[in-house]
């Protein structure tokens, strides 16, 4: 399964969920490989405490195997890092893009499950990457600018493929009943404008829990297995 995690607006605490969902899956027994592709600005192995050697940067200069640049993570996930502060990836060629989406094939042999965790907005890199998932998650959190954001995202993607299987977190929500108020709207507005379904995959709260993991540089999945945002977690991951 290859799954593609995207949101519209930058600062929804994608790249925390990313990583975090993939070590909830480890535990599932899953083999799960994380490609960081926020091009310029990925950060999954700051989340996750590890010191990539080489990055997809190397991939593309230096025709590097996108094996070869695997880096073992915790719960024995894999990290493929984009690069981070790279400028050459932000503005990469389309040409360049579609080599990179070619090699994500020889992953598939090392995992049951993909997630490439992209940079937010409507760039042509995000949009590349989303229509080569086969599912795509958007992330957004309860504020209307958030939600908003999604719905252009979910517009941009079916434009390009009607058939996309599209779902939906909506994070740091102060209670369910905000998270469900949240996925409702933008639930209706895809079905009334874009005559779409999407699915709501969870609603993850608001933690403290989250900021004390990044700062140590492990995952709060980790370091507070029994916060109310790891349960969330590992609900959505069985999900």
């Known amino acids: 399964r290859v799954i593609c995690i995207t949101s519209g607006k930058g600062g929804v605490g994608k790249t925390n969920f990313t990583s975090n969902l993939a070590i909830s899956l480890g535990k599932l027994n899953k083999r799960v490989v994380i490609i960081d592709a926020d091009l310029g600005l990925a950060n999954v192995d700051v989340v996750l405490g590890v010191i990539p050697e080489y990055t997809l940067l190397d991939v593309i200069k230096d025709n590097k195997d996108i094996t070869e640049v695997m880096k073992i993570g915790p719960e024995g996930i894999k990290i493929i890092s984009g690069g981070s502060g790279i400028l050459d990836l932000v503005d990469m060629p389309k040409e360049s893009l579609s080599i990179l989406i070619e090699e994500f094939d020889k992953i598939q042999e090392h995992a049951d499950i993909i997630l490439i965790d992209t940079g937010a907005g409507l760039s042509k890199s995000v949009l590349s990457f989303a229509l080569a998932a086969k599912e795509v998650i958007v992330v957004a959190t309860p504020e209307p600018t958030s939600i908003t954001d999604a719905y252009a995202?979910?517009?941009?993607?079916?434009?390009?493929?009607?058939?996309k299987d599209i779902k939906v977190i909506i994070n740091r929500v102060d209670d369910m009943k905000e998270g469900s108020i949240a996925f409702s709207k933008l639930r209706n507005v895809s079905k009334k404008f874009l005559n779409v379904e999407i699915k709501e995959l969870g609603f993850i709260p608001e933690d403290i829990?989250?900021?004390?993991?990044?700062?140590?540089?492990?995952?709060?999945?980790?370091?507070?297995?029994n916060s109310f945002i790891s349960e969330s977690i590992e609900k959505i991951a069985l999900k």
């Open 209 to 225: 829990s989250v900021r004390k993991a990044v700062k140590a540089q492990s995952p709060f999945l980790l370091e507070y297995p």
């Open 153 to 163: 995202m979910i517009k941009t993607i079916i434009m390009e493929d009607r058939n």
